[in-house]
């Protein structure tokens, strides 16, 4: 079965520090794309940042950064410069190559002031 | 800016009655979603259109019926539902999920069912 983990259902952070959220996953297939949503009590889901399985160059978006293990089969999501606005929950996904998107259960960040 | 327009924001129905939910995207994405989401939980999918056809149904009981009028709106009607399907129902869009495009999701509907 293809499933999705993130063994961490809260996490917190003072503001301005780093924070590293834990996904991992399990497929028999060897070219995939991963995700991390983010979704503040505004309740929107946002695209937080993207990795394709086939390279090896781990995936930066300003002040988010991934460490891909695709061997490990770990994908976790760091937060440098943790900011308020950083506050919801983060949901790590793939496709797995098809249509759907399966998700992990979440983890939710607070940010402490 | 929500490139995905759900409406409403807001509903409250009585389990007789008979409502719908809309979603738009003018990003010419083949593939649209519906999911429904509890409270800290992550979306669970509901159904899948891709080029305006009906491609998954994860076994949706039939009081919901959705329906992809054209390639940018899809809908979903609502008849006799159960307080249990009181949840946020979200909608999305990708442009190619096999290829890893990434799935663009609307604000929801908060559904309450009296």
């Known amino acids: 079965a293809q499933t999705v983990t993130q063994s961490q259902p809260e996490m917190s952070v003072q503001e301005a520090e780093t924070v590293t959220l834990s996904c991992t996953y399990d497929?028999?297939?060897?070219?995939?794309?991963l995700f991390w949503y983010k979704q503040p009590p505004s309740r929107q889901m946002i695209l937080v940042i993207r990795?394709?399985?086939?390279?090896?160059q781990n995936a930066t978006e300003n002040r988010f950064s991934v460490n891909f293990q695709k061997a490990a089969k770990s994908f976790s999501l760091k937060i440098s410069d943790s900011q308020l606005g950083d506050a919801a929950m983060y949901f790590c996904?793939?496709?797995?190559?098809?249509?759907?998107?399966?998700f992990g259960t979440g983890t939710r960040l607070t940010i402490i002031p | 800016d929500t490139e995905v327009t759900q409406t409403p924001k807001h509903l409250v129905m009585g389990m007789t009655n008979k409502k719908s939910l809309k979603c738009e995207q003018h990003?010419?994405?083949?593939?649209m979603y519906w999911y429904k989401q509890k409270a800290k939980k992550p979306p669970e999918l509901m159904f899948v259109y891709s080029y305006e056809k009906l491609s998954i149904n994860e076994s949706v009981p039939s009081r919901f019926s959705p329906e992809c009028p054209n390639s940018s709106l899809l809908n979903l009607h609502l008849h006799a539902l159960q307080p249990e399907d009181s949840a946020l129902y979200l909608c999305a869009s990708s442009q190619d999920p096999r290829m890893g495009q990434p799935q663009h999701f609307g604000d929801g509907t908060r559904l309450s069912i009296l």
């Open positions: 990003m010419g994405h083949r593939a």
């Open positions: 990795q394709e399985a086939y390279k090896q």
């Open positions: 497929t028999s297939e060897s070219d995939y794309y």
């Open positions: 996904a793939t496709p797995f190559g098809n249509e759907k998107l399966t």
